[in-house]
């Protein structure tokens, strides 16, 4: 099983002086095996290859989808390119007026995300998991934050998995993950639902 997370939104909280998101989401993509995985990351570079690179000289090749610079009708063809139904989404979206104080602190909001991660993870069906699971994250944190996200996951979600399965977390590049891509195109869609009630 292969799971990629992403995140749209801010964790700033300073409502009056800046203009912070009023909600954080973050979302899952969950691939159930590697013909799902190889079918994003076929979605992926088709997509760049025919709609955002197709009439560009080389050197303004856009490397990445992100949710925030593709309109609706390229999205959409990206949909139509994914041939495995063995993969899902899962989603949360925090309303970040509601968040205690404590949490709204440099080291707080490290625990927040942690905390939204797990509760999001722990959505899925762990204990009836055959194969090795492996978690991919965009590269986004400092060292010391990567450590206390994978001790904190690693711990909570071991517990959760049949003993016979092992459970990686992986922070990689966006721009060199397809799946990474993938995931950020839905958790923006998310994102804008609640944030500013877009559904398109």
Not at 16 to 42: M, Q, T, Y
Not at 97 to 106: I, K
Not at 165 to 185: C, E, K, M, N, R
Request: charged residues 30%; aromatic residues 10%.
């Amino acid at each position: 099983m292969y799971i990629y997370l992403d995140e749209s939104g801010d964790l700033g909280f300073d409502f009056n002086k800046k203009s912070p998101s009023s909600v954080f989401v973050i979302a899952l993509l969950v691939c159930d095996n590697p013909a799902a995985r190889k079918s994003f990351e076929v979605a992926v570079r088709r997509t760049l290859k025919d709609k955002l690179n197709a009439n560009l000289d080389k050197s303004r090749i856009v490397q990445e989808l992100k949710g925030t610079r593709t309109i609706p009708a390229i999205k959409k063809y990206f949909y139509q390119q994914i041939r495995s139904d063995d993969w899902g989404v899962y989603a949360v979206a925090l309303n970040k007026q509601r968040v205690n104080d404590e949490l709204r602190t440099s080291s707080g909001r490290e625990k927040l995300y942690n905390f939204l991660s797990r509760l999001l993870l722990e959505k899925l069906a762990l204990s009836a998991v055959t194969s090795n699971v492996e978690l991919i994250v965009d590269k986004r944190k400092t060292k010391a934050e990567i450590r206390d996200f994978n001790q904190y996951l690693g711990k909570q979600l071991k517990s959760a998995l049949p003993g016979n399965t092992a459970f990686h977390i992986a922070h990689q590049d966006s721009q060199a993950t397809p799946g990474l891509q993938a995931v950020d195109l839905f958790c923006w869609g998310v994102f804008r639902k609640y944030e500013s009630r877009d559904t398109a």
